[in-house]
């Protein structure tokens, strides 16, 4: 669960066709098909255009194998399992990417303000970011939102400080490296308010490092969510969370594979589908080109 | 970050005289500033809480207790004192060794700790070794030949393992082994590895083994991209043309060249596991840190928490330490530098 990005030349997202370079690569494009699947079923799921609502029970046709009323089977209480699969993926969606949506921005913010303006800056905002790097994500995580009143909003604040620092150091690192670069000196030069000059000239190139960060940080996102409400500590019920659907399975599987299978393979396939994204974002944003 | 490229004269550094300039010290001194923010953002942090110890202690009881009561419990927790007096006091007793008391357990905190650590160190190694053991020469072998078919599967594989969550590995395991083939050492006490170490190493199997798979992918990533990077180089060609043969070639020239990425890499996991083993102690009931800290926060033993944070946090910083001094002892680079 880490990730080195080697800043050593400046890495933008303009004039590049990164998106067109993304999908051309397999990793790339399995990835993105995988993932707006994903999240056009469980946006219809949420939208309630599926036959069945996950909170509805229906006790008499409970743990029901795979039929073609209820593709996924039912659970312990008759409640459609597809339903509350999809629901979850939403859950784990929402959740990943607001969390990681909060740390991108606060953590790019900080990256840039260390990274440009040094001396006092620097010192204080690395200091907190070595602080919080002193913990392992999972213990922070599990901390925070013990703290925190638990709903999937507070879940996910408690995911996004744990992945601030990571940006912090990601965009800091990448900052020190554009600073030096020629333009960048022209700018300062001209008069150009040094605020303007870090949004205007430092920000776009170092965008294509942060965009890396984001794909994998959801992947995590999501796997740390799943691990927290496996753990009771994440999104409390009656909502469905992949790891507290992974959780009730754990007394119904011997008698009913269909749920714990399908809960698994879903959150397999959704970080699956951002491990992708993220590894052909690097390689199409690798300078070197280096396969 | 090391950087393991010789320095150019221009960025060195002039000597710095005296002991604080050198590396090492400056680094420990940086661990002691980093271990103390956390003493005080574990501490801010439990101060959050809704409630406190009281209520805590006595649930929906504490509401019968007359203001004396309260006031003389609040005195005894110490919760009367100013919130910088109750921090030095707590810093000033874990310093001697002190980390409080568990209210349920009637033990101090540092006995459960010195019973709990030694078990999740014993987890953490085991999981670093079987993933370095399968890790590394997969890695090798993957870079062998880029995109070849071991590459393509190691590739694969190393997805997968970033993939797939460490409880859902564990509960399947669990599931499967012991209702397919009624294999469930873990369902038993545990034993200390000193106790009865046979049955300790069978407990301990599943809980590595479900670790292991996820730490290897990054290994076996990491070790791909730094082969790839060494085999490439000049000195490497030089050996082949001087007649090396290829075993002794991949080991002593471009494994010793590549290790600084893969000891990195190793060594952050080993810090991972030793706070983010939870899950899956918890899973297979192994009674280490993570789920003494799971349960402190499960049953709102503040002081418990409080300090098993911070020892979790100690043996992490502690860790990314020694992983640092350790690559200076590996690479004379960096000791350079």
């Known amino acids: 669960m880490s990730v080195e990005v080697v800043p050593d030349l400046p890495v933008g997202l303009r004039r590049q066709g990164v998106t067109g370079r993304v999908l051309r690569r397999p990793a790339g494009a399995v990835g993105a098909a995988l993932l707006v699947l994903l999240a056009l079923a469980a946006l219809a799921q949420s939208l309630g255009l599926l036959a069945f609502d996950p909170a509805v029970q229906d006790p008499p046709s409970r743990l029901q194998g795979p039929s073609a009323v209820h593709w996924f089977g039912t659970d312990q209480f008759g409640r459609d399992l597809l ?88 965009t800091r690192g990448a900052t020190l490296s554009v600073r030096q670069v020629d333009f960048v000196r022209a700018a300062v030069s001209t008069g150009q308010h040094p605020l303007a000059t870090v949004v205007r000239h430092v920000l776009p190139n170092v965008a294509g490092h942060v965009v890396v960060v984001v794909a994998l940080a959801l992947s995590w996102a999501v796997l740390t969510e799943a691990a927290l409400s496996f753990l009771g500590l994440g999104t409390p019920p009656p909502a469905a969370s992949l790891g507290s659907l992974i959780l009730d399975a754990r007394t119904t599987v011997f008698v009913a594979w269909w749920t714990m299978l399908f809960p698994g393979v879903l959150v397999v396939l959704l970080v699956i589908a951002f491990n992708l994204l993220g590894d052909a974002l690097r390689d199409a944003l690798d300078p070197r080109g280096r396969r | 970050m090391a950087d393991p490229s010789p320095r150019s004269p221009r960025r060195l550094r002039p000597l710095r005289a005296g002991l604080l300039g050198h590396p090492v010290v400056s680094r420990l001194l940086g661990a002691v500033a980093t271990l103390l923010g956390v003493a005080v953002l574990v501490f801010v942090l439990l101060r959050l809480v809704p409630g406190d110890q009281i209520t805590a202690n006595l649930g929906t009881e504490a509401a019968a207790l007359t203001p004396a009561q309260r006031q003389a419990l609040e005195a005894y927790y110490g919760l009367d004192r100013p919130p910088l007096e109750q921090f030095l006091g707590w810093l000033g007793s874990v310093l001697t060794g002190n980390l409080g008391w568990s209210g349920r357990a009637q033990v101090s905190v540092l006995d459960l700790t010195l019973q709990a650590l030694p078990i999740t160190v014993e987890l953490a190694v085991l999981a670093i070794a079987l993933s370095v053991l399968v890790g590394v020469p997969l890695g090798m072998l993957a870079a062998r030949r880029p995109n070849g078919v071991p590459d393509t599967l190691g590739q694969g594989a190393s997805l997968l393992g970033l993939s797939l969550p460490a409880f859902l590995i564990g509960t399947v395991l669990l599931s499967v082994l012991s209702y397919r083939f009624g294999f469930n050492p873990n369902g038993q006490a545990f034993a200390g590895l000193f106790d009865d170490p046979v049955r300790n190493l069978q407990q301990m199997l599943l809980p590595a083994v479900t670790l292991a798979i996820g730490i290897s992918a990054p290994i076996i990533r990491t070790t791909r991209a730094a082969v790839l990077e060494v085999r490439g180089l000049d000195f490497v060609r030089t050996a082949r043309a001087k007649g090396v043969g ?9 494994l010793r060249n590549a290790l600084v990425p893969i000891v990195t890499m190793t060594g952050l996991q080993l810090g991972y596991l030793l706070g983010g083993a939870i899950v899956v102690e918890q899973i297979f009931s192994v009674p280490g840190i993570g789920r003494q800290v799971l349960l402190g926060i499960q049953q709102k033993e503040y002081a418990l928490v409080q300090s098993t944070v911070l020892v ?26």
């Not at chain 1, 790019?108 to 620097?122: E, H, I, P, V």
């Not at chain 1, 013990?146 to 150091?169: D, G, M, Q």
């Not at chain 2, 290829?246 to 471009?254: P, S």
Request: aromatic letters at 8%.
């Open chain 2, 312 to 337: 979790i946090a100690l043996c992490f910083v502690l860790v990314n330490l020694l992983t640092d001094l350790l690559y200076r002892l590996i690479d004379p680079r960096v000791r350079l530098s």
């Open chain 1, 83 to 170: 339903a509350r699969v999809l629901s979850a993926v939403a859950n784990s969606l929402r959740v990943a990417v607001v969390a990681v949506l909060i740390s991108a921005v606060v953590g790019t913010a900080l990256g840039l303000l260390a990274g440009y303006f040094g001396r006092g800056s620097d010192l204080a905002i690395s200091g907190v970011t070595n602080v919080l790097f002193a913990f392992p994500p999972m213990l922070l995580a599990l901390a925070l939102t013990s703290v925190l009143a638990r709903n999937w909003f507070t879940v996910a604040v408690a995911i996004a400080v744990v992945y601030v620092p990571i940006f912090v150091r990601t």
């Open chain 2, 246 to 254: 290829e075993r002794r070639l991949q080991v002593r020239h471009v």
